[in-house]
T-cell receptor, first 114, second 114 residues
């Protein structure tokens, strides 16, 4: 199993640009989570999906952030327009819903907004 | 409200010494408890988890944790640390039954002296 796959691993962009982060969950997992990790705030849950449906997006910081899951094997997190304070590591995780809560994490995308 | 407290931001121990990382949680129902480890530049990896039964749980890499309901604690231990254990450790709590969201602590960074 390839594990959770995230791309790109690193992204450097300028303020105001659109950024799209991508995630492929583990095959057979039907829950997907997006987290943001910063030194100041630690690991924050942004949004999660069950069976491709967004269940809780209360952690999405602003309307500039949006997430989609068009099918069971792909999700995107988009920031438009990006700002320097969005600089962080963004993790995607997946698991099988309805079982124990172990989540499997991807390697993360390190985003730098200049 | 659900919360996880890891009171130690940094801990330094000598190689071969014993280790205990502290974790306290606040949760209104039966908790699921986890310890994850994050090596530099990597995603989070599950070390161990507790749902029910024996309050002393064994994990990977020689780690163990003890659930103490009366103290709302789930401390992580290892009898003898190795240089490769240098990483950041996260305690997390989720709910029963199968609550999708888990709450992470801010993490404890472990440094190993040769």
């Amino acid at each position: 199993d390839a594990g959770v796959i995230q791309s790109p691993r690193h992204e450097v962009t300028e303020m105001g640009q659109e950024v799209t982060l991508r995630c492929k969950p583990i095959s057979g997992h039907n829950s997907l989570f997006w987290y943001r990790q910063t030194m100041m705030r630690g690991l924050e849950l942004l949004i999660y999906f069950n069976n491709n449906v967004p269940i809780d997006d209360s952690g999405m910081p602003e309307d500039r952030f949006s997430a989609k899951m068009p099918n069971a094997s792909f999700s995107t997190l988009k920031i438009q327009p990006s700002e320097p304070r969005d600089s962080a590591v963004y993790f995607c995780a997946s698991r099988v819903s309805g079982t124990d809560n172990e989540q499997f994490f991807g390697p993360g995308t390190r985003l730098t907004v200049l | 409200a659900q919360s996880v407290t890891q009171p130690d931001i940094h801990i330094t121990v000598s190689e071969g010494a014993s280790l205990e990382l502290r974790c306290n949680y606040s949760y209104g129902a039966t908790p699921y408890l986890f310890w994850y480890v994050q090596s530099p530049g990597q995603g989070l990896q599950l070390l161990l988890k507790y749902f029910s039964g024996d309050t002393l749980v064994q994990g990977i890499k020689g780690f163990e944790a003890e659930f103490k309901r009366s103290q709302s604690s789930f401390n992580l231990r290892k009898p003898s640390v190795h240089w490769s254990d240098a990483a950041e450790y996260f305690c997390a709590v989720g709910g029963y039954p199968y609550n999708d969201k888990i709450i992470f602590g801010k993490g404890t960074r472990l440094h190993i002296l040769p």
